[in-house]
C-alpha cells in the first residue's frame, strides 16, 4: 500500500541514495503540475517528501509547498556527498563509496553526536568485491563502539546501517513502487528517482526485451498509476527476501534490476553488504544489553553472508 509520494522539485533535485543524479540542466516542475501532484497525494493519503535542488525556488512555490504536511530532502534532511566537517541538521543522508566509508570512518563517527540520524549511502554497491568484507566490518565495529560510548553519555542517534535493524521485526526496506512512488517534474510517475534518471539519460529498459526503450514511467497525473506486474514488487513474491532477516537492507530494486535483471532480486553485492551490517547490528545489540539498555528482540548468529548461498536450509 502507498504511504509516500516523492516529488523531485527540479531535474536537479539532489540525489538521496544509490543512484547518482546525472542531470545537470535545471527543468523546474511546472507549478500547476505541482498543485496536480498534491492533491493526487492527498486523494491518496500519501505523505508527501519533496526533493530540492542546490538552488532557492521561486518565490510562489513556498506558499504551494507548504500547502501540506510535507518533508524537505536537501533541506530539513541535509545531503552530503562528502563527509563533512560538521552537520547542522538533525537528520543527514551522507552518499560515500565503500572506499571512503572504510578510510574515513573515525571521521563519520566523529558525525554521531551531532545528529539524530544519519543515513548511510554506499554509492558504489555494484563494484563491491568480497575481499573488502572484512575492512568494511571493521569500519562497523568502529562505529558500534562510539554508538555504545554516546549510549552510555544519554544520546542515542540512530544510524541506519546498525541501529535500524535493533528495533525492526520484519523487512523494512525502500519500498520503491510499493510503499512509496516518485513524480517528476515532467508529470510521471516512477518506481524511483533513478528510473527517472536512467529514462532522462536514455538508458534502455532492460525488462522490455521485445524492445530497446528508455522509457521508465508507470503512469501520469492525468491517467494515475500504471505499474506493470506491481505484485513483483512486493515482498511475498520475492523467495529469498521473505526469508531473509536483514530486515533494514534497502532491497534496492533500481539495483535488482541493474545487476540480476530482475526486480524483485538482490545481487549478491547487495545480500553481503547487508549481512554484514546485520551482524555488526547483533554485535552492537550484545554491547547494548551488556551495559543495561534495552536493545530489541535477539538477533540471532548465522554463518552465511547471502542467503542465496545457504537457500536449501530455508
Known amino acids: 500500500m502507498l504511504q509516500y509520494l516523492v516529488i523531485l522539485l527540479d531535474d536537479t533535485s539532489v540525489a538521496y541514495c544509490h543512484a547518482e543524479n546525472p542531470l545537470k540542466e535545471r527543468k523546474l516542475i511546472p507549478l500547476d503540475t505541482l ?19 542546490d538552488y532557492e525556488l521561486p ?13 524537505k530532502i536537501g533541506r530539513d534532511v541535509a545531503v552530503y556527498n562528502e563527509v563533512p566537517k560538521a552537520i547542522i541538521a538533525e537528520n543527514a ?16 563517527a566523529a558525525l554521531l553526536p551531532q545528529v539524530t540520524r544519519l543515513n ?65 517534474p515532467n508529470g510521471k510517475f516512477y518506481l524511483c528517482p533513478a528510473f527517472y534518471y536512467d529514462e532522462k539519460m536514455g538508458i534502455s529498459n532492460r525488462l522490455k526485451h521485445h524492445k530497446l526503450s528508455s522509457e521508465r514511467c508507470v503512469g501520469d497525473l492525468e491517467a494515475g498509476l ?32 541493474k545487476l540480476t535483471w530482475d526486480n524483485n532480486t538482490p545481487s549478491h553485492q547487495q545480500c553481503v ?10 554485535d552492537l545489540q550484545q554491547q547494548l544489553k551488556a551495559a543495561g539498555f534495552s536493545a530489541g528482540e535477539e538477533i540471532k548468529q548465522i554463518d552465511y553472508l547471502d542467503p542465496f548461498d545457504v537457500r536449501e536450509q530455508f
Open 273 to 282: 553488504l547487508a549481512h554484514l551490517e546485520r551482524n555488526a547490528a547483533r
Open 93 to 108: 543522508v551522507l552518499r560515500i563509496s565503500i572506499a571512503e566509508f572504510i578510510a574515513k570512518q573515525y571521521d563519520i
Open 59 to 71: 518565490e510562489e512555490y513556498s506558499e504551494v509547498i507548504e500547502s501540506i504536511d510535507h518533508v
Open 120 to 184: 548511510i549511502c554506499l554509492t558504489d554497491i555494484e563494484s563491491f568485491k568480497d575481499d573488502q568484507a572484512e575492512d568494511y566490518k571493521k569500519a562497523l565495529a568502529t562505529l558500534n563502539a562510539v554508538l555504545v560510548n554516546l549510549y552510555k553519555s544519554g544520546k542515542q542517534p540512530q544510524l541506519n546501517i546498525l541501529t535500524d535493524r535493533l528495533q525492526l521485526k520484519e523487512m523494512h526496506n525502500c519500498g520503491a513502487g510499493d510503499s512509496n512512488i516518485t513524480l517528476a
Open 226 to 257: 500504471q505499474i506493470p506486474n506491481p505484485q513483483l514488487l512486493k515482498l511475498d513474491h520475492a523467495p529469498l527476501c521473505r526469508i531473509c532477516d536483514a530486515y533494514h537492507c534497502n532491497r534496492c530494486i533500481w539495483l535488482n534490476q
Open 35 to 53: 498543485k496536480k501532484a498534491i492533491l493526487f497525494g492527498m486523494k491518496e493519503n500519501l505523505m508527501i517528501q519533496y526533493v530540492y535542488p
